[in-house]
């Protein structure tokens, strides 16, 4: 899989737009780009994935650029309870245990008042 | 909403002891995966189950068996537990075994050998 590269942590005013950008500069055409967060001594939490397009769902929107080698995670309106390392991930097509998650060390959003 | 749900959430242990770990989904997904999770190690994978009675070694399988007698339950096993065995424990599931299908996780198990 592509490596990734996150910044080490960012803060966001609650109420405002969180960008959180990733490098994947060598991204191959078949990889798709996924974002996860994990909140403290929980489990990972999915939040969105694309490969070319840009996508949108209820918990964030997901840019990419033309060329793939970056994207950002957009949480438009950040919350303390949005507190959390969040997870760059690039994933290839492949079955049965390559098909397991890796994670870099993320970036660790803290949301304040 | 996928849910997958894990037996505990903090669980203290003492060595040599044989350890359960249960985790059970509710999506019918064919896919389940127990990871470790290790603070510099990050996620590292211990098994991985597609399809009942079916599975395979992940990149630390050593100390640990699994089972999945049932499609919607993955057990994870410490036959003899080890001090170095002290981790959080996550499982996840995901609907196909294609890679780039979403995994989805449980909440976590925090085990500490004693």
């Known amino acids: 899989d592509a490596k990734t590269t996150q910044p080490t942590s960012m803060d966001c005013a609650e109420g405002r737009a969180a960008n959180l950008p990733c490098n994947h500069s060598?991204?191959?055409?078949?990889?798709?780009v996924y974002w996860y967060r994990q909140i403290h001594s929980q489990g990972p939490q999915y939040i969105i994935h694309?490969?070319?397009n840009n996508e949108t769902n209820e918990m964030a929107s997901l840019i990419i650029t033309e060329d793939r080698k970056s994207s950002t995670l957009i949480l438009p309106h950040a919350t303390l309870r949005d507190t959390a390392v969040y997870y760059c991930?690039?994933?290839?097509?492949?079955?049965?245990?390559?098909?397991?998650?890796?994670f870099g060390t993320g970036t660790r959003l803290q949301v304040t008042l | 909403d996928v849910k997958v749900t894990q037996s505990s959430r903090y669980l203290v242990k003492r060595t040599g002891e044989k350890v359960f770990l249960e985790c059970v989904q509710d999506?019918?997904?064919?896919?389940m995966f127990w990871y470790r999770q290790d603070p510099g190690l990050g996620l590292r994978l211990i098994y991985f189950?597609?399809?009942?009675?079916?599975?395979e070694k992940g990149d630390i399988p050593e100390g640990y068996s699994v089972s999945r007698e049932k499609k919607e339950r993955f057990s994870l096993i410490l036959e003899s537990a080890s001090t170095n065995q002290t981790s959080m424990y996550l499982c996840?599931?995901?609907?196909?075994?294609?890679?780039?299908?979403?995994?989805?996780f449980g909440p976590g198990t925090r085990l500490t050998v004693l």
């Open positions: 999506m019918d997904h064919e896919n």
């Open positions: 189950s597609y399809d009942v009675k079916m599975k």
């Open positions: 060598t991204i191959s055409g078949n990889e798709y």
């Open positions: 991930i690039v994933r290839v097509e492949g079955t049965g245990t390559a098909s397991k998650l890796t």
């Open positions: 996840a599931s995901s609907r196909t075994a294609m890679g780039t299908d979403t995994q989805y």
């Open positions: 694309g490969l070319k």
